[in-house]
């Protein structure tokens, strides 16, 4: 039990109601602990959130299916919602400043944001949420039109970091300073800052107190993106298509019956690849092999659990640097990530 009043057992009732896309005795069971006294910030972060990371665990276990997640993830947001209604006046004094709340470009994972969004309204600001992929140019129309004091973006996936410099850096050409949070920007928000950001916060109640600490927020971050990886990762960009066609081939030549249907199993398929190489992209964008790295051990235990031998990576990993021998910053990275597999492998073999 947690100090604002939400027990396990309330926890495990809560999970259940998700599980059951019990979308009534969800509501009923958040907004029953708001009217009883339990702030309603608490009730973002200490039940819907924690819940929904456990909903994502239970997908990536495949335990659930897609369906599944995405029947419970619509009713945590609705329970956002249901939540934010109940709550009682905004705990800050007065109007802090106006902030705009968007994912980055290629994020679908909206909740996230918009538990950030609740909870900053919550401490008095006047927020406008523009919801999931806010594309450079949506975010900078919103901007000239409505004057934010500040940017927060969120997000969740690394391989969509280049796609956040994008909007980092169009918002530092708008004269808008921008906070981030979400995993995507790595431990501590270490890429956050490589990209240009003025702060992070590692959650919303994070953002909160980070931005009131430090307002009115200012630019002060600063880009340290190369120009040898833009140009590196505009060459993996450039032939995406082509490499991708290759990774498929080069599994279906070690491992004929992995994802060679047709249909839904294909689409995943597909997407795994794509996933794989933009992290790739990715870490090549802001010179760290964590990036590919950490998908690459998200990869092995998603194919795990899905009874499918993790040894595919290796053969996915190879087939890459076969094709991309002429970009060193690029091979560096494939080494990293194979290095890497090899030291799980190892592990998972190990007596204990």
Known sequence: MSGTGITDVVRADFDTRLADADEDGALELAVGLVTSGVSAEDVLLGLVAPAQVRVGEKWESGEWTVAREHAA??????????VAAAARAP??????????????????????????????RLRGFQVRSLGGSVSPGEL?????????????LSCTLSSNLPLAHRQIATCRCAGVPVITGGPGFGP?????????????????????????????????GESSVQAD??????????????????LAHALREVFPALWGGTGREHEEGADF??????????????????????????????????????????????????????????LDTLSAGRRSLVAREADCHRPE
């Open 140 to 152: 900078l129309s919103d901007v000239h039109q409505n004057g934010p004091d500040v940017v927060a």
């Open 91 to 120: 705990v800050g004094a007065g109007s802090p400043g106006h902030v705009l709340v968007a994912c980055g470009d290629g994020e679908w994972h909206v909740l996230p944001s918009h538990i950030l969004a609740e909870v900053l």
């Open 273 to 330: 690849l794509g996933r794989l190489l933009d992290s790739l992209a990715a870490a090549v964008f802001v010179d760290d092999e964590r990036v590919f790295t950490g998908q690459l051990a998200f990869a092995a235990r998603y194919l795990s659990a899905r009874s499918v031998e993790s040894r595919c990576l290796l053969v996915l990993t190879d087939a890459l640097a076969d094709r991309l021998h002429g970009s060193p910053r690029t």
């Open 229 to 246: 990886a833009v140009a590196a990762y505009a060459t993996l960009v450039r032939r995406r298509p082509e490499l991708l066609d290759h």
């Open 188 to 220: 501590q928000g270490i890429w956050a800052y490589t990209l240009g950001a003025d702060l992070y916060a590692a959650d919303a109640r994070g953002a909160a107190e980070a931005l009131l600490r430090h307002w009115p927020p200012v630019l002060c």
């Open 73 to 82: 993830t619509y009713v945590s947001r609705r329970a956002v919602d249901a």
